[in-house]
């Protein structure tokens, strides 16, 4: 990618130096600049018809003994394009119908609990994750490392993408999101 970029249009253009090149991306901004209609120009240089919208496929608003959603969102959602979306997971306890207010250890097999739910209703498990972001309401190296115990005995080696960020959580310690390949 060279970073050459088609400004002053209503959208940006940046070169991929490949199919397109710095050249034609060059005659593309010229072009613009000498205004002829960014439409009839778009139509008959840059295939703008082989970029596609992923549209929703399914949404899985419950799952078996999983988490209620507790909002206007669905637990998870399998697009087009063969991804789940798992929404934040928070340390819900099935038994007692209520969010778990114990050591970071236990919320974070909640978490993993339901979202092994979801993920199941989905047709898949840890394995396919490939990115993963973890909350944490008091990020510290302690608690960082009692919680990645427990990821780790649920991820094994499949080791997706992940990113662990301190956040304000409510009324609870950890919520983990994911998105998983249904593919894999």
Not at 1 to 9: E, L
Not at 71 to 78: A, D, E, N, Q
Request: hydrophobic share 40%; charged share 20%; glycine share 8%.
């Amino acid at each position: 990618m060279c970073g050459a970029v088609m400004r002053h249009a209503p959208q940006e253009i940046a070169c991929s130096h490949s199919k397109y090149s710095c050249r034609r991306l060059s005659r593309l901004t010229d072009h613009w600049r000498s205004g002829i209609s960014a439409i009839r120009y778009r139509s008959l240089s840059f295939p703008w018809d082989s970029f596609r919208i992923v549209r929703m496929k399914q949404l899985l608003r419950e799952v078996p003994d999983g988490p209620p959603a507790l909002g206007p969102y669905s637990l998870g959602v399998i697009t087009e394009g063969k991804f789940v979306f798992v929404s934040g997971m928070t340390p819900w306890d099935p038994t007692t119908g209520k969010i778990e207010r114990g050591t970071i250890t236990r919320q974070t097999e909640l978490v993993l609990d339901n979202i092994k739910k979801v993920l199941a209703a989905a047709g898949v498990g840890f394995e396919s994750v490939v990115s993963s972001r973890v909350y944490l309401s008091n990020l510290t190296p302690e608690n960082f490392q009692e919680m990645n115990a427990v990821y780790i005995r649920y991820f094994g080696d499949s080791n997706p993408a992940r990113a662990t960020i301190g956040a304000q959580l409510l009324g609870f310690d950890v919520e983990i999101e994911c998105v998983a390949n249904i593919l894999s």
